[in-house]
Each structure stands twice: as C-alpha cells, then as structure tokens.
C-alpha cells in the first residue's frame, strides 16, 4: 500500500520530510524538485507528516470508504484502541464517545483492550517459557516492517503473536458472526497496511486514524451534546486498558518490571528503537533480554493522533481512564471472557521483505566523504542530513538515496562561498558599470565633437566650387556637394531634391563608364589618381580620385575646364608644370648655353604675367 503521498504543488522543496525518514524511503531524484517516496522501504512511521510546514505529506485517507461500507446494509464493527483516552480529553464521558460512533452507523463498537489482554497473556506465556531464545515484540506494526525490511535475518526474533487489533477482531467475528465487517481505530499510520495481512476471522477491513474519526464526526455533524450514554460491547478489557503506553504489554502480561529481575527491555521512539534493534541484531545471547520496542513513545503518540505534543497530559489521561475503569471492574466476567475466547488462534508469521541495498566500498565511502569535505571518523557528523553519522550519509549516496546537497554543512559552505563569489563579482561589476558610464560620457563627448565636426566639414563641402564626391566600396554614394550635382545635370538635380547630397546613389547610373571606371581602379590599387581630363557631356571635366581608406572609401574632387576661372588657374598651373619640368632640362644645359638658360626662363616667366594682366584686363 502507498501510505505516503508528496504533494508536488503544494511542497516547497525544504527536504525535511528527506532528513527525518529513519529509512530513506524519501529521496531527491532531482535537485530543485520534490522529493519522491519509495513505498517499498516506507516503514508507515509518520515521521514526516509533521516535519512538513506547508502540509504537502499527507498519508492515505479512507473516510469515503468506510462511509461506503457503512451504507453497503452490511453488519459493521468498529474496534477502538484504548488511546481514545489520550486523544479525546475534549469528551467528558467515554461514554458519549461510544455513542458518536455508533450514531455513524456502526452496529457494534467494541475495545481493543480486551484483544491486548489476550495477546498479552501469550506474551506471558512465550517469555516466561524461555527456552533459550530471545524476541521482539511484534505490536508496532512500523517496528515489524523494519525489522523486515532492513534486518529479514531477524524476522525469526519477532515473536509470533498478532496484535491486539487483530485479536479484537477475531473476538468480534466469534461473537456477532464471521461475516461481519471490521473498522478499527486507532493511534498509527502503519496499521493501514497491516491490515493487509490477515484474511478470515482475523482480518480488518478498514483502519483509519483518530484524524480520520474526528473527519466523520465532523462530516455527520455528530457532537457529544446530540447523543446519549452508551458503553462498549462486551467483552471488556482490563490490564490492557494500559495498551497504549509503552510498557502496558508487559504489565498486562503481569511481567516483573523491576530492575534486577525484568526479563523484558522496553524502547521507545526513534532513535532508541534504532539502536535496540542494531544492538539486539548483534548480541541477543550477551543482552540477554527480550526486547519490548515501539516507534513512537507508545501508541498513544501515534502520527494519527492530534495532540501528539503532550505526551504527559496523555499519559495521565490514560492512567485515569484505566483506573476509573478498573474501580468497580469484574473480574469473574473478565476471566470468564479470557477462557471463552482461549481458543483463538494468535499466532502469526512474518514476511522477508529485504531493502537493504549493496554497501559500497570504503575507498567509495571515502571518496564521497572527501567530496564533501567530511572525514572518515564516525564522529565527525552533525547529524543535520539526518543520518546518524556521516559514513552512513556517504552509503546512501553511494545507494542513490541521497545527494551530496543533503549535507547541510557541505552545502552552507558552498552557499557562503557562492555568496562570497557573487559579492566578488558584484563589487567588479559595479567597477565595470562605474568605468563604461566614465567611457560613455566620454563617448558622448567625442560623438559630439565628431558630429560637430562632421557638420563643420560637411558644410565647408558645400560651399567649395569644386565638386566633391565621396563613395563606398560598392560605388554608393556617401556624400557630395552642391558642385557635384550640378556638374552631373538636371536628373542628379532631382533626385537631390528627394535625397539630398545623392546618399545611397549608385555612381555606375551617375557618370559614364570611362569616369566610374577609374575610381573602381583606385578602390582596388589603392592608387591616386591626379589630374586626369575626361569627357563628360560634351564637356572636359579634370578629375582627381584619392584613396581615404584602403579598398573602402574613396573621394574625388571634380573641376570644369569650361569655367573661366578654372582654366585660367588650369592654364597656370600648367605653365608651371612646363617650367618645373624644363627647368631640369635647362640646368643640364646651362653649363653650354651660359647666360642663356637664364634668359629663357626670366622670358616665359614674362609670358606667364602677361597672361595673368590680360586675363584681369579682360
């Protein structure tokens, strides 16, 4: 039976119900993510019900069930454990506790403390009969499971007596008839699936906690004030009115409690039921004693119990309910009962259901204690993972049934290191944030003085009388001037009108192949080109291409030789070119013409200044 249910939604990834299963039936499969249950290793102990702050455990309910078997028209017992007391303080009479119950529709509701005498009586019998073998009591039903689940080499040490809920249950079916139904409530989770195992007289076809009663009261609306008195079914229990404590077997066993001659060793919760069994499984022959274990601190601290944090107002409640009861009790009708049902059958077996997994090599052992900077010595742990020590935190990592991050210890240093880091980290990101708003402000001022400039540059283009072009690698236009539009004609004139400067134009559909051509030389050769004279429109244009970026940019400035001016300039600067170019010439020779190399040049410089004079005249 699958007990336990994780709630995935409501489960806030704390781990606690992980550290607190004393079997490690929870796991983290993945991190991050909910735990998950192993049903097989599930010893029903509860202890993870209340460790959960958001409630996302929980274990299986079977309200609905028992109100379907209660309107099915058969006959339906309820057997109650005799913790009631503990856990209904809040009804004044238990009394008018049996008549809640029977108001929900149970022909019959009868006590357990009349099975925990008879299963007492043969605990009697098997301790007292000692014939060189030492037990365990088998009442726990969680103290069964894992002494078959973690040590099935034990299982022959169980002593071989039902419990006092299968025991009430044969007395009911022997009384009112085998084909009565059974409901039994009481203290424990673990009891749902023991349940499971009897069949015939024995069996107990529902068990529900004392949460799950106070659910059907509260669904019928049955309250103490809407009922009258009634009492348990007959037959009634004595000693075993004492069940739910932990010693309450052995009393009603009339087992001897005292320390020199007790014969019977009892413990109770967790921790002490771990180590009774690890130390019994070890040496029974030098303990010498029986041993009488439950989980809990009795049934009456059951996890299907409310007030499971007043273990002392229960066990008062409990001792004054059995002494009211046993004040005026009639023991020739008890012994008269006990010999009645002598008959029955007690006995039981028990099941090898082994989950011990393979343990791991000691250099693993040490390999994973090393991973998590823990040491191989047994007392090194804290115990925070919920191990019992940190070797066997390693085992069941090495098993799977734990992860490196459910040491807490490994993983606060590794989130102060993490934390340490990230402020490291932070501290140089807020550098980094504080030098590029530094690099951007200065970004900002450069991008103001480039735009400046740019603008400054762009309107000094402008206003030349040279027409300038500048272009891309793909013979785009990136900028030109009012000059250069000009010179191309009345088409270049409109597309400026809609695209100013001809941003984007394609110089290829701009001027002729013999023009475009040479700035395609230049983008490749790298290669200025000076001075060149080309056609253009029936005109001459003198062109110069320059290289502003290797195989990127190019610019060229553009002159009209039909301009006045222009060819006046163009006309000197020509002459001075001859003059520069013959006067090398004229060097060589001076040494064989004498005086006349220099009358030569003084001549064409006359011509020059005659020229210019007649150009102003003009």
Known sequence: MQLIKINRETCNCSYACVRVCPVKAISVVREEEPPVVNHNRCIGCGSCLDVCTVNAVSYKNQVDETFDLLASGQKVAAIV??????????????????????TLGFVHVNEVSFGADLVAREYSKLFTNFKGKYYITANCPSVVAYVEKFYPEMITNLSPIVTPMTATAMVARKKFGQDLRVVYFGPCISVKDEVLRHQESGKVDVALTFHELREM????????????YSDFDEPIGYMGSLYPLSRGIISAAGLHEDLLDSIVFTGEGKENMIDAVEEFSQAPEAIKKHFNLYYDEGCLMGPGTSMNDKKYLRKTLVLDYASKRLKDFDMKKWEQHMQEYADLDLSRSFRDDNQRLEIPSEDKIEEILKSVGRSVDEKSACSACGFRSCRDFAV?????????????????????????TLKINNDKLRKSQQENEQNEKLLKSENQKIKIQSETISSLLQKLPSAVVIIDDKLKVIESNTSFVNILGEDAEMINDVIPGLIGADLKTLLPFNVYNLFSYVLQKDENIMGRDVNFN?????????????????????????????????????????????????????????????????????????????????
């Open 217 to 228: 009261f509260r669904v019928k609306n049955v309250k103490e004030s809407n009922v009258e």
């Open 81 to 102: 454990d005799p913790s009631i007391s503990g856990e209904f303080p809040d009804i004044t009479d238990y009394r008018k506790f049996v008549e809640m119950i029977r």
């Open 538 to 618: 029936d005109g001459l244009l003198n062109v110069s291409i320059f290289s502003l970026k290797p195989n990127k940019i190019v610019g060229a400035v553009f002159r009209d030789m039909y301009v006045a001016e222009v060819r006046q300039e163009e006309i000197i600067h020509r002459v001075t070119e001859v003059i520069d170019e013959n006067l090398h010439m004229v060097q060589q020779i001076a040494f064989s013409l004498g005086e006349g190399a220099s009358k030569t040049e003084k001549m064409l410089n006359s011509i020059i200044e005659t020229y210019k004079k007649v150009k102003k005249s003009e």
């Open 396 to 420: 069941s990592v090495s098993q799977g049934l734990a992860k490196p991050s459910n040491c807490l210890t490994w993983s606060l240093k590794n989130k102060q290191e993490y934390i340490k």
